[in-house]
């Protein structure tokens, strides 16, 4: 099912294929456009824009709905092989990972209706909130990319972009603790943003899935596979030594 393929004479099964493949794409600028107004409302504690997005998850959850049904239509009238069965099959998966993605958008823009006293600028930068939000956005947009373009090599570059988002969400605990000693009257707020930096990792992890997807269809590779593999054989490793 690749774009070679759709610039010669289509048949039903590929005007099928593509429509689907535009219609995760429409879902996936979605879902990015939610993730930024979240972010936007969150460092601006616009809460009237943390509701717009609360109330849009509802296009979201229709987008998954209908997409859903359509990989189910074409497994059931065309019986796809090969190629586009495993297209199938990926956009099934990315559009469940792009549905959980709007969840987690939707989570963070509840964070900001339902606290008091806003979010301290300091303990943003303090918790490399911003720049954490920023690489997760950045790593659902490579994916929507990748699968526009068919590029498994952008699809891989998403793999290394989620390090700064474990390395963030590793050191968050200990900083939010220290931001609380100094400012106990704000320990709700620093509460929210933890909880805020766990959800951008969780989007880091959508994002990871749905480049695993791109690849499995395009080269028929499974990498979930060869990274337990690979961390199994690690760990042998260091009991050995």
Same mark, same amino acid.
């Given at each position: 099912m690749a774009l070679t393929k759709w610039n010669q004479k289509l048949t039903p099964l590929d005007n099928e294929l593509q429509q689907l493949k535009q219609e995760i794409i429409s879902m996936g600028h979605l879902v990015l456009t939610q993730l930024q107004k979240a972010q936007e409302a969150l460092e601006d504690m616009d809460r009237d824009l943390a509701r717009e997005v609360i109330l849009t998850e509802k296009r979201v959850n229709a987008f998954e709905l209908k997409i859903d049904r359509d990989c189910e239509n074409i497994l059931a009238l065309f019986a796809p092989v090969?190629? $586009?069965?495993?297209?199938?099959?990926?956009?099934? &998966?990315?559009?469940?990972? +792009?549905?959980?993605?709007?969840?987690? *958008?939707?989570?963070?823009?509840?964070?900001?209706?339902?606290?008091?006293?806003?979010?301290d600028s300091a303990l943003l930068e303090l918790t490399r909130t911003t720049e954490m939000y920023l690489q997760a956005n950045e790593m659902v947009l490579d994916v929507m990319n990748a699968l526009e373009r068919? $590029?498994?090599?952008?699809?891989?570059?998403?793999? &290394?972009?989620?390090?700064? +988002?474990?390395?963030?969400?590793?050191? *968050?605990?200990?900083?939010?603790?220290?931001?609380?000693?100094?400012?106990?009257e704000k320990t709700e707020s620093a509460l929210y943003i933890l909880s805020v930096i766990r959800k951008l990792e969780r989007v880091g992890d959508q994002a990871k899935n749905m480049a695993e997807e791109i690849i499995f269809y395009s080269e028929a590779m499974i990498l979930k596979h060869e990274k337990k593999s690979r961390k199994k054989n690690e760990g042998e490793k260091e009991d050995g030594n």
């Open positions: 090969a190629i $586009d069965l495993r297209f199938v099959l990926a956009m099934l &998966k990315i559009n469940t990972n +792009l549905e959980r993605t709007g969840d987690i *958008a939707e989570g963070i823009a509840k964070f900001i209706v339902d606290t008091k006293d806003g979010f068919e $590029d498994t090599l952008l699809a891989r570059k998403v793999f &290394k972009k989620d390090d700064l +988002l474990d390395e963030i969400n590793k050191n *968050a605990a200990s900083l939010a603790g220290k931001y609380i000693k100094e400012n106990p």
